[in-house]
């Protein structure tokens, strides 16, 4: 892969640019610029510079506002609902996230709805904010259907990811981000793009046949992770992150959407706990000692602990040079 | 396997009176006997009448109080907390739940932590009972470590079960419950004592290999469902039903074990959210969408639905002879 480097505050600005460019205002430009850059920062690729060609594509066919300028709602003490205005959904959640914590640190637990919204991110950016602000924090969203429910063929789930993150002491937070499909749908493509093979298991091609090539999947479908376990958890993603948020399903969000390339409407969950509150002042010096055994295991790694060192190196990233001319005649608006 | 065949009220009364002979109150052995009952009705064979002699065993070794007395304390209108008492759970959860519902009902969303208690049953109980209410009900357990994370040979982890309830219309409650083990380890001892394989990948023997022997996983360990992903999050429900509520770890409630053949000491993390709070008055009525798709597919079936059709079998059922003889000993307190 040839690739040229780009610093972060770089990384940053091409994809201010190229949202500006396509019609966002500063606000929306530089929340999902930040996201971004934030992806890059700690190698999470899939996410990363990678997502802004749909990014744009969404705000170039009109599907998403790039000018939205969603308020989050107290709905009860301990409940926030934001109408994400069809936006982005990075800027609605930073502007939630404060409510959030506050809500939770008052009431010991507090969830957030988020309808409305297009998610193109990771969802460690929204848990982990909770954990760094002292909270426990749960994430998840629905997508658009790429996954077969176990026993069937047809792509009816979303990759459906779920996030968790724990406030560690004298640590980053403890965090997981993962799609409940066996792969997610950006390290497919990845993986087809630089021609490696998946782990069988990871779908089924056109035909409903297992495949270990990329390409065969990406005409085809996913498979959920662990078999039956993972497809019910896809499930209760589906359910969280659709009606119970007042959101529709992800083969609801396919129905209206304009396969622009980019995420189509969908709604996310997130409930943030106060472990003092719930737990007593000590539940987070205490869970260090499950922290202290994990690292004693050889062949045993913490999620997330990679992406925390990539963090400490302030210097540049590497970019995929396509990927990079791309982007810099989308900053141009000469595509 | 010779079998007998028992009505649910001697099911019932039958594990009431081995309770009783071993010290427990009315109210315990009432709220323990009727959890079993359940259990066996609706076909959850390894959480029945096969759990009372571990029930009785901490009875009869003082591990556990026959006569706690819980009592749910509400911390915030959006929290509520449970001494257990150092009780069977059941009791507790009798009493919990309904502060728990209204506590939901009020905040949109509300969460309890029990403590000091001792868990030996399914999940579904209590969350199908918040989904009965009309609310989503989330909930899990540590227990003692049996599982070895992702990469490594040793048994950290509890099989750590997860259970989900969403309420349905006009029918009972989409509910799964699931450890976070490839298997349950009630469901690896009936395998060994039926003389059938288990899947590879449900653990390994006591050498770390790879073995379809339930026998030598027994000497050895489980690992996850799902590899790493299943791993991470049973890693979650050690911190959320440990820490996160006040108790401790898995590793560290087997540390204070008696090792009587029942449960130990841990803490249940349980969540309950008004859909109707948090998503509109019809979003009950919008996730039937999802469930007819799924009812559609040739190959999927929706956890829960084959105990909700036991279920309305109300007739006697079939139970190993060998148990019976064994519990009716034990209601005689004749072992």
């Given at each position: 892969m040839n690739s040229v480097e780009l610093s972060l505050d770089e990384i940053y600005q091409l994809a201010f640019d190229c949202l500006k460019r396509a019609g966002a205002?500063?606000?929306?430009?530089?929340?999902?610029?930040?996201?971004?850059?934030?992806?890059?920062?700690?190698?999470?690729?899939?996410?990363?510079?990678?997502?802004?060609p749909g990014y744009v594509a969404t705000l170039n066919s009109g599907k998403v506002n790039g000018n939205a300028d969603p308020q989050p709602e107290q709905v009860t003490?301990?409940?926030?609902?934001?109408?994400?205005?069809?936006?982005?959904?990075?800027?609605?959640?930073?502007?939630?996230?404060?409510?959030?914590?506050?809500?939770?640190?008052?009431?010991g637990i507090a969830a957030l709805s988020l309808t409305h919204s297009h998610h193109f991110a990771a969802l460690w950016p929204e848990t982990e904010a909770l954990a760094e602000r002292g909270l426990v924090g749960f994430a998840c969203v629905s997508y658009t259907p790429m996954v077969a429910p176990t026993g069937g063929t047809e792509a009816l789930f979303g990759t459906?990811?779920?996030?968790?993150?724990?406030?560690?002491?004298?640590?980053?937070?403890?965090?997981?981000?993962?799609?409940?499909?066996?792969?997610?749908?950006?390290?497919?493509?990845?993986?087809?793009?630089?021609?490696?093979?998946?782990?069988?298991?990871?779908?089924?091609?056109?035909?409903?046949?297992?495949?270990?090539?990329?390409?065969?999947i990406l005409k085809g479908v996913l498979l959920p992770f662990g078999?039956?376990?993972?497809?019910?958890?896809?499930?209760?993603?589906?359910?969280?992150?659709?009606?119970?948020?007042?959101?529709?399903?992800?083969?609801?969000?396919?129905?209206?959407?304009?396969?622009?390339?980019?995420?189509?409407?969908?709604?996310?969950?997130?409930?943030?706990?106060?472990?003092?509150?719930?737990?007593?002042?000590?539940?987070?010096?205490?869970?260090?000692?499950?922290?202290?055994?994990l690292q004693g295991i050889d062949g045993v790694r913490l999620p997330g602990e990679r992406r925390h060192k990539l963090r400490q190196d302030t210097g540049p990233r590497k970019v995929n040079s396509e990927l990079i001319s791309k982007l810099r005649a989308l900053a141009q608006n000469s595509q």
């Open positions: 205002d500063d606000a929306n430009a530089d929340a999902v610029a930040d996201t971004v850059k934030r992806a890059e920062r700690d190698g999470s690729v899939s996410h990363g510079l990678f997502r802004i003490p301990a409940m926030v609902r934001c109408h994400g205005q069809n936006g982005h959904a990075p800027l609605a959640l930073a502007r939630c996230i404060e409510m959030l914590a506050q809500s939770a640190k008052t009431c459906n990811p779920i996030s968790f993150a724990w406030p560690r002491q004298d640590h980053p937070p403890f965090v997981f981000d993962m799609a409940t499909a066996a792969m997610a749908m950006g390290e497919v493509q990845l993986a087809a793009r630089d021609g490696h093979q998946v782990p069988l298991g990871t779908g089924l091609g056109p035909e409903g046949e297992l495949t270990t090539d990329p390409k065969e078999g039956h376990k993972g497809s019910a958890i896809s499930l209760m993603v589906e359910l969280m992150a659709g009606p119970m948020v007042g959101e529709g399903f992800s083969f609801e969000a396919a129905e209206s959407n304009n396969d622009d390339g980019g995420p189509p409407q969908g709604g996310e969950f997130i409930l943030a706990i106060d472990p003092k509150i719930m737990g007593g002042e000590n539940c987070v010096e205490h869970a260090e000692k499950m922290f202290s055994k």
